[in-house]
């Protein structure tokens, strides 16, 4: 199972560090369960099989496939394209899995960040502020 545990954590594109942030376990905790100096727990299993939607049987026996659903290999593409580090994968990946109400709310709660961005812009600031200046306007915000 030790195998399992790496083979995952590589297939999410995350260290050591930030696997363990996620389940709550040191990078320590996350390398000795890797090398097989610690075993797996029941309750470990299932809380890496929930936060990163892992198929039981296959963490426990290698049965199947790797995940619930399988992660769209676009986000491996954006990562790549746009240098998108650990934080915006997680972002991306956690903004996608919610219904489209809560996406509705977070979108609308930006563009309200975004014009009023626009409303104070001083555009002496240089890129920053001409940036968001320039999203507010291509989203055609209106309030």
Do not use: H
Not at 110 to 120: L, T, V
């Amino acid at each position: 199972m030790d195998t399992r545990v790496k083979q995952l954590r590589k297939a999410l594109n995350l260290s050591q560090n930030a696997f363990g942030k996620r389940l709550g376990v040191t990078a320590a905790g996350i390398s000795k369960i890797e090398s097989g100096n610690r075993n797996l727990t029941e309750q470990m299993q299932l809380m890496i099989s929930n936060e990163f939607q892992v198929n039981e049987n296959w963490l426990r026996y290698g049965d199947g496939e790797m995940f619930k659903r399988k992660p769209p290999e676009v986000i491996g593409q954006l990562a790549q394209y746009y240098r998108l580090d650990e934080m915006d994968q997680r972002i991306i990946l956690e903004y996608a899995r919610l219904d489209e109400n809560k996406r509705s709310i977070i979108k609308e709660y930006i563009m309200r960040i975004a014009y009023e961005s626009k409303e104070s812009a001083i555009l002496k600031d240089g890129n920053s502020k001409a940036e968001v200046l320039r999203c507010a306007e291509e989203a055609d915000i209106k309030y």
